[in-house]
């Protein structure tokens, strides 16, 4: 297997960089392919814009991201950054995203990555979402730390549930491209944990990356249990993230 590592944190030393490297390790023993983009390190630039059309724009009067994304794609004319990055993706079977959470989600280096990677024409085009996603086939797991406890991001905790916060990067971002997603691996809070607890928490992590083939994807709905307008049929139960019945 093939496996990609999108890793956002600005410190190696950090815990973060500790389950980067745990995840190497463990996947490289296991016989996998593991490549990492260290966003930091590569110094990769997180803003989108007319910069990321190394040829000719489609129409020079007005950028519009997707319409310029889709062009340049079909055309191999994206920045040599994001084609460097748009190949792993190919080649990958699996993604892992590591990152801290901060401000409820991803730091602006992993967004601007996302931004600027998933690019209209390569990962996602009309009617090619979701159940038919371009990279159906293709696993992803979100890998991160929390600053807070994990009882602030239980499902009645102060910060709300922990599947919640993710939902656009989990639906929004992986789902909608294809990915079948595996459960997030969240170490919370592991700065207070203490040595004997971030060791646990490493092995813990380190028999999800053994087990993911036995661990049950996250639940999404599939197209059947939409209407015409795109919303639950009459009937269904709303079961995934946070959508409910109204």
């Excluded at 093939?2 to 190497?24: C, Q, R, T």
């Excluded at 724009?57 to 062009?71: I, V």
């Excluded at 038919?132 to 499902?155: E, H, I, Q, R, W």
Aim: charged share 25%; aromatic share 12%.
């Amino acid at each position: 297997m093939n496996v990609l590592i999108v890793y956002a944190h600005p410190e190696p030393k950090s815990f973060n960089g500790a389950m980067k490297d745990l995840a190497v390790e463990t996947l490289i023993q296991a016989g996998h392919d593991v490549v990492v983009s260290d966003l930091y390190a590569m110094g990769f630039d997180p803003v989108a814009g007319p910069g990321d059309i190394a040829g000719e724009r489609h129409d020079p009067g007005f950028f519009s991201l997707p319409r310029e994304q889709t062009a340049a794609y079909e055309a191999g004319a994206l920045s040599a950054d994001i084609g460097a990055e748009i190949e792993k993706l190919k080649r990958a079977d699996f993604v892992i995203f590591q990152f801290p959470v901060w401000w409820f989600g991803m730091p602006a280096i992993l967004k601007g990555w996302a931004d600027r990677v998933f690019a209209r024409g390569f990962a996602y085009l009309p009617g090619r979402k979701y159940d038919t996603g371009l990279f159906k086939g293709k696993l992803a797991m979100v890998a991160a730390t929390t600053g807070t406890s994990a009882d602030t991001y239980a499902p009645d905790g102060i910060d709300g549930d922990i599947l919640t916060v993710l939902w656009p990067v989990h639906n929004g971002l992986l789902r909608y491209s294809g990915f079948d997603v595996l459960p997030p691996f969240i170490a919370y809070m592991p700065g207070r944990l203490g040595d004997d607890g971030r060791r646990a928490c490493l092995e813990a992590y380190r028999k999800r990356l053994e087990d993911t083939d036995d661990t049950p994807r996250l639940f999404f709905h599939p197209a059947a249990d939409y209407g015409k307008n795109e919303r639950l049929k009459p009937g269904v139960l709303a079961r995934s993230g946070v959508q409910r019945n109204v």
